[in-house]
């Protein structure tokens, strides 16, 4: 004789075997409707978790040494913005950044990290990187 593992009772006949939450356990006939039948859900073998091939993108942003950001790039960006129309809400919503992120650029208190600037790059078709010469600093 066994015990059901629910509600404790004793089992007098064979009891039922069921699911619950994903292990099999052996229960009364009353616990037997609080999970799957085991004949309903037979044992999973679990196979390790296949990854996808690393793939390299080629669209990726590549950045150097060789560019700075502009020293007037929040006029830049404002101007650009303002010549479309644009609200810091509707760019935002445009290139997926937050607005209050746009104002802090374009009041000059915050830089842009550098997939920010190329996403208004591509976006204003503007150049807020310039060239530096390694030449002047020999």
């Excluded at 509600?7 to 009364?28: F, P």
């Excluded at 037979?42 to 996808?52: D, W």
């Excluded at 290139?95 to 591509?122: F, Q, T, W, Y």
Aim: glycine share 6%; with cysteine; charged share 30%.
């Amino acid at each position: 004789m066994s015990t059901c593992e629910i509600c404790g009772t004793q089992i007098l006949d064979h009891g039922e075997n069921i699911y619950v939450e994903g292990n099999l356990i052996r229960v009364c006939k009353s616990c037997s409707k609080r999970g799957k039948p085991s004949k309903s859900q037979p044992e999973i073998q679990r196979k390790p978790a296949m990854r996808p091939k690393k793939t390299e993108r080629l669209d990726r942003i590549t950045f150097d040494d060789s560019s700075i950001l502009v020293n007037n790039f929040f006029e830049v960006i404002r101007n650009s913005r303002m010549a479309n129309g644009l609200s810091h809400e509707q760019l935002g919503l445009l290139i997926k950044e937050r607005a209050s992120l746009l104002r802090k650029i374009e009041s000059g208190s915050l830089k842009p990290d550098e997939v920010l600037s190329k996403k208004l790059e591509r976006f204003f078709r503007i150049n807020l990187y310039t060239e530096v010469d390694s030449s002047d600093n020999e």
